[in-house]
């Protein structure tokens, strides 16, 4: 069987070894233990504190949906510590409990079930299903030189339809959940999948998924920083230093972890604390409203990619006050990180604080946050440029200095947030391109000019003239700002 196999051959993946913490094993303050008597199976809730377990668990992940189930809280704690049934629970637990009975924890080997095909607890983890779909279509070909060999139709994008998209794997908190997850045993609409530290692999291909079934979506649980980290970074900018492969990491958690739906939307932060926890130590650095003080200037370049959410809805600001602006949690969209950069900055961040909602939980929610910052600030005047056949609406930015000449553009956190209006624009770092000089920074709206508070409404884009506002530089062989351009001290919020 599939999934056998892989959990008893555990100890030949040296990555699935390396990523099971060496320290005194974590166990949940409350576990769901199973009682096997003869053919009934009884469920009693373990108190860990209290009954310290000395084996290993495994963990399900699930969509609640809007079915009402039995649920564990204080005033039943009490009595389903004594013992309660498996009928109890919705189709989708008693389905989970099902196959830890039939895996058996004795291979001391921890692992999550998901439940990923399904949309509420009574769907459960099974379903019904055909053969002939995970075999594929074999024919034989008549193909000169091909005459005895076997063929496969399979599904193109088979992890996508299975895995990726499924309604589960939507959620942003399943992000964490498979990201932490030593190992993940998939229940999918007609097959089983399976994920780890080494190997993608489902019933169709049980010996891993073959390369032409791979791709941006698959090794989704790789946050190495050595090796996965150096792989996202080839397929960017290869020359950026590479003592930066950790924070590419953190980059794939940020565009995955946007990119699902929370129903609670101050779970931002707390739905990817886990994983901010464990990044950590591999970044030796400060976490700052989900971005890191290393390269904090080229953090702040996040972009909301089509200005869309996950559901295709446009980005919103969120209702109530989560983050600062300058933070991609600030608001609901599905964001691109800026590329993690220590060199071509143009400011220099002088204080950076954000203030936890709850003290003892740095990770959580925050109450308040901001930047002071010295660097260039350009006011100008945001135009709508109409679409053309060559080019598609856009909002150009008009400055008052006829000196700062080039194209200046803004791509909006919010859509129709920003219209002919004007605006700030703060240059952050420069980016070479076959055309000259790229200019990246923020777009900002004034909230007090003699405070000089400011708060982010987009990214700012621009290609300058030579020597409008950035030259090049002989003796640091680098793009540095013009010497005439004056500087000021700003504060983001």
């Not at 002939?132 to 091909?146: A, D, F, I, K």
């Not at 895995?163 to 932490?180: C, D, F, H, I």
């Not at 650095?285 to 990619?305: C, F, H, M, N, Q």
Request: glycine content about 6%; overall charge neutral.
């Amino acid at each position: 069987m599939l999934i056998h196999k892989d959990l008893y051959s555990l100890k030949q993946h040296v990555k699935c070894n390396i990523s099971r913490p060496t320290l005194q094993p974590f166990y949940p303050s409350r576990l769901v233990e199973i009682l096997t008597q003869g053919e009934a199976t009884n469920l009693r809730i373990c108190l860990t504190g209290d009954d310290v377990p000395t084996g290993p668990y495994m963990t399900l992940s699930h969509r609640w949906g809007t079915a009402s189930f039995l649920k564990l809280t204080l005033s039943n704690l009490a009595d389903l510590v004594k013992g309660f049934s498996v009928t109890d629970l919705p189709r989708t637990f008693q389905d989970a409990i099902s196959v830890v009975k039939r895996l058996g924890l004795y291979a001391n080997s921890c692992c999550n079930i998901a439940a990923t095909w399904n949309s509420s607890s009574d769907d459960g983890c099974f379903t019904q299903r055909s053969a002939s779909e995970v075999e594929g279509l074999v024919v034989s070909p008549q193909w000169t030189g091909l005459e005895n060999s076997i063929c496969r139709v399979v599904e193109y994008g088979l992890w996508e339809n299975l895995v990726t998209s499924a309604g589960l794997n939507m959620r942003a908190w399943v992000v964490q959940e498979r990201l932490l997850a030593p190992r993940i045993l998939h229940f999918c609409h007609n097959q089983l999948a399976w994920e780890c530290h080494e190997v993608d692999a489902c019933e169709t291909y049980p010996a891993g998924l073959p390369i032409a079934q791979q791709s941006a979506q698959t090794r989704y649980k790789g946050i190495d920083p050595n090796t996965d980290g150096k792989r996202l970074q080839s397929m960017g900018d290869s020359r950026s230093a590479p003592n930066l492969h950790a924070y590419h990491i953190w980059n794939k958690i940020v565009t995955a972890y946007t990119a699902g739906e929370l129903t609670v939307a101050t779970d931002k932060f707390v739905a990817i604390s886990g994983l901010a926890g464990r990044m950590q130590p591999m970044l030796q650095d400060e976490y700052i409203a989900g971005l890191w003080r290393g390269t904090l200037p080229s953090d702040l370049l996040w972009k909301v990619t089509g200005g869309k959410q996950a559901n295709g809805l446009p980005s919103a600001r969120a209702t109530q006050y989560r983050a600062p602006s300058w933070s991609w949690a600030s608001l609901d969209g599905h964001i691109l990180p800026g590329r993690p950069n220590i060199e071509r900055i143009l400011i220099s961040i002088e204080e950076a604080v954000t203030n936890p909602l709850i003290p003892t939980i740095p990770l959580g929610q925050l109450k308040s946050g901001w930047i002071r910052l010295r660097g260039v600030l350009l006011p100008g005047m945001v135009k709508i440029r109409e679409s053309s056949v060559l080019q598609p609406e856009r909002l150009s930015v008009h400055f008052a200095d006829e000196n700062i000449a080039g194209d200046y553009w803004i791509s909006p956190d919010i859509q129709n947030e920003i219209s002919d209006q004007p605006v700030f624009c703060l240059i952050i770092s420069t980016k070479n391109q076959y055309n000259g000089t790229l200019l990246l920074g923020l777009a900002l709206h004034c909230v007090n000019r003699a405070k000089a508070t400011y708060r982010r409404i987009g990214l700012f884009e621009g290609n300058p003239k030579p020597h409008s506002v950035v030259q090049y530089s002989k003796t640091s062989r680098r793009v540095e700002l013009c010497k005439d351009v004056e500087l000021e001290t700003i504060v983001l919020i």
